[in-house]
T-cell receptor, first 115, second 114 residues
């Protein structure tokens, strides 16, 4: 399967712990995006990469959130000192074009539950 | 700032009925792109249709059609002859020159009953 993959699919953690999620985009896609979706809401943009460069990170929710894409392929999203309000679905998407008209292909998401 | 509003939170129809999902957007940019995505119970967002701000021609693709009107900032989506498999949450989204992210509406949950 050559779609966007995310790992893990589910994560349960205790408040205060750090968590890291991984996203593998479609192989030829140069752009990678992270979104957060809370229950009953639409996805909310967090950050995005073009190749290995993080071009927008002002929308990250706090300094506890960070993302990397070290070799321009897979990406990781880390949340430090998790809080119960971090419980949500974290979605990754990728796209090929330099043009904003191209659709973003989404992965299945990682559902985070903070106890 | 960009904003997308989907006033209908939930719609219920009987199979074979036509259904229209409403979307209203706000942006100051003159160049922008509008999308519809579907999120079935499995959770994965699936791209459906796209429109750019320079093309107001409305189209039909199979059972899907859309009505883009810049004058009212609306981008409505219609499913003809709905099927049970169409049951999902549908999101309208906007992408502008102000950034390279999608701004999503709150979604409309569509339930198609047999």
């Amino acid at each position: 399967d050559t779609g966007v993959s995310q790992d893990p699919r589910h994560k349960i953690t205790k408040r205060g712990q750090n968590v890291t999620f991984r996203c593998d985009p479609i192989s030829e896609h140069n752009r990678l995006y992270w979104y957060r979706q809370t229950l009953g809401q639409g996805p909310e943009f967090l950050t995005y990469f073009q190749n290995e460069a993080q071009l927008e990170k002002s929308r990250l929710l706090s300094d506890r959130f960070s993302a990397e894409r070290p070799k321009g392929s897979f990406s990781t999203l880390e949340i430090q000192r998790t809080e119960q309000g971090d419980s949500a679905m974290y979605l990754c998407a990728s796209s090929l074009a330099w043009d904003r008209s191209d659709e973003q292909f989404f992965g299945p998401g990682t559902r985070l539950t903070v106890l | 700032a960009q904003k997308v509003t989907q006033a209908q939170t939930e719609i219920s129809v009987v199979e074979k009925e036509d259904v229209t999902l409403d979307c209203v957007y706000e942006t100051r940019d003159t160049t922008y792109y509008l999308f519809w995505y579907k999120q079935p119970p499995s959770g994965e967002l699936v791209f459906l249709i796209r429109r750019n701000s320079f093309d107001e021609q409305n189209e039909i693709s199979g059972r899907y059609s859309w009505n883009f009107q810049k004058s009212t900032s609306s981008f409505n989506f219609t499913i003809t002859a709905s099927q049970v498999v169409d049951s999902a949450v549908y999101f309208c989204a906007l992408n502008t020159n102000a950034g390279n992210m999608l701004t999503f509406g709150g979604g409309t949950r569509l339930m198609v009953k047999p």
